[in-house]
């Protein structure tokens, strides 16, 4: 693991069980040539947006903030180890060419640095990838860590984090910070969808009114 000064003071003072996992997953890395980096902020810079972490295959890292409550950064760290776990096996959705290059056209729309026809053909082709992330996550959530961070909750939030994409092909703009907001997760459901073709009425009005919030940004892997 790479720490900032920072990010070393916040990691010594975080439950045996919770720095055991870090080793663990520092491990994994290792053994894979992946750089494993702890950063001390509440969020890390990506292409001039901020985000809780990522995954990156092309970079080689795993990168994530520590600087927020534990259960948060816990997530954090379960969610990108599964894109990890996605992209070590050979047969997951990690290696789907239709998928990738969604991401690649998707986001280079959304930037506004190209155009594409159908946005939200790409965004369904990504949220397959995030879905089956969420669903490896939510799967080490309860087998090891109900006790900091509560299912219902990683599922709402799951929830919103797909119905994002479909918010953002309609809208062409990045996802606000509401995600993380009980407010907000409140009026999604408790349990993982297992579909999301569509974006109903009362989530767009949802998402229009967090349109003035501060963005996040969103890679590969993220």
Not at 30 to 39: G, V, Y
Not at 87 to 113: E, H, P, T
Not at 184 to 199: C, D, T, V
């Amino acid at each position: 693991m790479k720490f900032d000064s920072k990010a070393r003071q916040i990691f010594k003072k975080l439950p045996n069980d919770v720095k055991n996992y870090f080793y663990e997953v520092d491990e994994k890395c290792k053994n894979h040539q992946i750089n494993f980096r702890l950063s001390g902020g509440k969020s890390l810079n990506a292409n001039g947006s901020r985000c809780g972490g990522w995954f990156d295959d092309s970079t080689k890292e795993l990168a994530i903030a520590l600087n927020m409550p534990l259960k948060w950064s816990l997530s954090i760290l379960l969610h990108e180890e599964s894109h990890l776990d996605q992209w070590l096996d050979q047969n997951s959705v990690w290696y789907n060419s239709k998928i990738n290059n969604s991401f690649q056209r998707f986001f280079s729309w959304l930037a506004k640095d190209s155009e594409i026809r159908y946005p939200l053909k790409e965004a369904k082709n990504i949220i397959i990838l995030e879905a089956d992330c969420e669903r490896r996550t939510l799967r080490k959530i309860r087998k090891r860590w109900s006790h900091i961070i509560d299912c219902e909750t990683y599922s709402r939030s799951a929830n919103a984090y797909m119905f994002s994409y479909l918010w953002m092909a309609k809208s062409r703009k990045w996802i606000g910070c509401c995600v993380k907001q009980q407010y907000f997760l409140k009026h999604f459901s408790a349990k993982m969808q297992k579909q999301y073709n569509f974006l109903p009425e009362k989530y767009l009005k949802l998402f229009l009114t967090q349109d003035n919030k501060k963005p996040l940004s969103k890679r590969r892997g993220v």
